[in-house]
Nanobody, 126 residues
Framework: VQLQAFGGGLVQTGGSLRLSCAVT??????????LAWFRQAPGKAREFVAA????????YHTDSVKGRFTISRDNAKGTVYLQMNSLKPDDTAVYFC??????????????????WGQGTQVTVSS
């Protein structure tokens, strides 16, 4: 499975961006995959942002982005999205998409995810 993230850029505080991540490889397995977004700011550890289960009925967001970010997926297109609204300078980071087979209760731990995209830079200016 290969993942490619895109859609990052420079935006002002309060602005919006939508990140996309194309999941390719095993087209049949994407329907059972769990997908997630993580981010890593300079000098900081990679942190969990959001995750979505294969059924798309269950999503999870870290507290700092709740109400501002929304994860979604389109299995037919093999894509997972992260809609980011009301962006803040603290959201500045490289954003990575990730995939794994079946769901894990330890979804917020980066070590639980087996496939990663290359990352896309998001910069929020004050």
């Amino acid at each position: 499975v290969q993942l490619q993230a895109f859609g990052g850029g420079l935006v002002q505080t309060g602005g919006s961006l939508r990140l996309s991540c194309a999941v390719t490889g095993s087209t049949s397995s994407i329907y059972t995959m769990s997908l997630a977004w993580f981010r890593q700011a300079p000098g900081k550890a990679r942190e969990f942002v959001a995750a979505i289960r294969s059924t798309s009925t269950s999503t999870y967001h870290t507290d700092s982005v709740k109400g501002r970010f929304t994860i979604s997926r389109d299995n037919a297109k093999g894509t997972v999205y992260l809609q980011m609204n009301s962006l803040k300078p603290d959201d500045t980071a490289v954003y990575f998409c990730a995939a794994r087979g079946y769901w894990t209760l330890a979804y917020s731990s980066s070590s639980q995810w087996t496939s990663w995209g290359q990352g896309t830079q998001v910069t929020v200016s004050s």
